[in-house]
Nanobody, 123 residues
Framework: QVQLVESGGGLVQAGGSLRLSCAAS????????MGWFRQAPGKEREFVAA????????YYAASVKGRFTISRDNAKNTVYLQMNSLKPEDTAVYSC????????????????WGRGTQVTVSS
């Protein structure tokens, strides 16, 4: 099993940046594909980004591509989400998730979840 704890959320003005971190417990972090998802009030949870076990491949939702960057440091058991050029519509609770096997954009495929961190972008 793996436990995930997110940090780095907060309040930022439109156009600003934040970097989210997700620290994982356990010795097998490098065996998990990692993803970031977000959920805004009254909306469905949506895929943001995913990264393969080695970090060699990344995937993004169209709404964040070119603005967000997912990365991981397997030595530190941590996955990151660098968010630039933030927009008010990026406001949501951001959660990281882990799964075995290949990358997926479907949150049902992920086995382990953090509690999330709030990101609020003011206009």
């Amino acid at each position: 099993q793996v436990q995930l704890v997110e940090s780095g959320g907060g309040l930022v003005q439109a156009g600003g940046s934040l970097r989210l971190s997700c620290a994982a417990s356990g010795r097998t972090f490098s065996s998990y594909t990692m993803g970031w998802f977000r959920q805004a009030p009254g909306k469905e949870r949506e895929f943001v980004a995913a990264i393969t076990r080695s970090g060699g491949f990344t995937y993004y939702a169209a709404s964040v591509k070119g603005r967000f960057t997912i990365s991981r440091d397997n030595a530190k058991n941590t996955v990151y989400l660098q968010m630039n050029s933030l927009k008010p519509e990026d406001t949501a609770v951001y959660s990281c998730a882990a799964k075995t096997g290949s990358s997926s954009r479907d949150y049902d495929d992920y086995n382990y979840w953090g509690r999330g961190t709030q990101v609020t972008v003011s206009s």
